[in-house]
């Protein structure tokens, strides 16, 4: 029998990877510290204690991140010719290496600076201008980072709804909405990647991520 004739495996890794994932994410931005106190020094203060837990959520953002990425990938050679789908993956591999960086130095740079410096710092003064450039570098990349993965599921959803699946349209006109509105919430300034903003960027995605790993599911295995 002709290698060409086997019919194609079910995407059901992948498709599960994005459904858990992208609820995952979710889940981790629940238990994402922020710092808080009366002063600048009560505020550092509280930076580096939180900073144990702010890695762990990070580090969990991060694979969850790469998963997606590597599922998303997986799942668009289902699109072999379709320019859509093609320039989708490109802007989503610059968003999410921008996520990453979002996340290596709001989890990792910034603590462990903070950390190191509360005890040999002369006053907290000398510490804020390097937290505040580390934090105007994440904001940076996360805004980077909403942007371009915003754009690439809007381009994937173009491709979602050109077809006669109605699972895949229902899918794709969610993603054009919902990347759309991230879009124009951020570029318009109504979208402050805080906590509380960013948690909504990943559950507007995530629900994307799911509705695509679903109807990865349905496919027949012979498409």
């Avoid at 290698?3 to 194609?8: D, E, I, L, S």
């Avoid at 629940?30 to 509280?46: C, I």
């Avoid at 895949?168 to 509105?181: E, K, T």
Wanted: charged share 10%; aromatic share 8%.
């Amino acid at each position: 029998m002709n290698a060409a004739t086997h019919p194609r495996p079910r995407d059901t890794l992948p498709a599960l990877v994005l459904i858990g994932a992208g609820a995952s994410s979710a889940v981790a931005m629940a238990f994402h510290p922020s710092a808080y106190g009366a002063d600048t020094q009560a505020r550092l203060q509280h930076l580096a204690e939180m900073s144990p837990l702010s890695l762990h959520v990070h580090m969990a953002m991060i694979a969850l991140i790469v998963a997606l990425w590597c599922s998303l990938a997986y799942l668009a050679r289902r699109w072999p010719s379709s320019g859509w789908v093609w320039l989708a993956m490109r802007l989503y591999a610059l968003g999410a290496s921008a996520m990453l960086g979002a996340a290596l130095i709001s989890g990792f740079i910034t603590g462990a600076y903070v950390g190191r410096m509360l005890s040999l710092a002369a006053s907290a003064k000398e510490m804020l201008p390097p937290v505040l450039l580390a934090y105007s570098a994440n904001q940076a990349l996360a805004g980077f980072g909403t942007v371009f993965l915003s754009l690439a599921i809007v381009l994937w959803s173009v491709a979602l709804v050109r077809g006669p699946d109605r699972y895949a349209h229902a899918c794709g006109v969610y993603g054009i909405v919902a990347g759309a509105l991230c879009l124009i919430a951020y570029a318009g300034r109504l979208l402050s990647l805080d906590v509380t903003g960013m948690t909504a960027v990943v559950v507007a995605h995530g629900v994307w991520y799911g509705l695509l790993g679903v109807w990865a599911l349905r496919r027949p295995a012979s498409e």
